[in-house]
Nanobody, 127 residues
């Protein structure tokens, strides 16, 4: 059974930093697309960043480019999201997600294509 467990959310002031972690278990982690999404109240879920764990290639949404960094620790089956220069508009529930590698879906940031999701961790940025 695939499980994704996020941690690291919290409340910070604008300009601050947080690091989110996502520990994956239950499948072959070494060759999978994993991503971070976020959802603010009343808004659609938005793709923030994704990484293909086999080669470490990354992609970011324009809204976070230059401020957020997605990375991996294959030995720990963990993906991180380092968030710097946080803004109030970064507030939301942050979710870790993984594609099912059996379906051959290209690594992307479309939430509907992701098969596995964590429970989410709340990030609140105050001005």
């Amino acid at each position: 059974q695939v499980q994704l467990v996020e941690s690291g959310g919290g409340s910070v002031q604008a300009g601050g930093s947080l690091r989110l972690s996502c520990v994956a278990s239950g499948y072959t982690y070494s060759s999978v697309c994993m991503a971070w999404f976020r959802q603010a109240p009343g808004k659609e879920r938005e793709g923030v960043a994704r990484i293909y764990t086999r080669v470490g290639t990354t992609y970011y949404a324009d809204s976070v480019k230059g401020r957020f960094t997605i990375s991996q620790d294959n030995a720990k089956n963990t993906v991180y999201l380092q968030m710097n220069s946080l803004k109030p508009e970064d507030t939301g529930m942050y979710y870790c997600a993984a594609l099912d590698p059996r379906y051959g879906v290209i690594c992307n940031l479309a939430a509907s294509t992701y098969a596995y999701w964590g429970q989410g961790t709340q990030v609140t940025v105050s001005s």
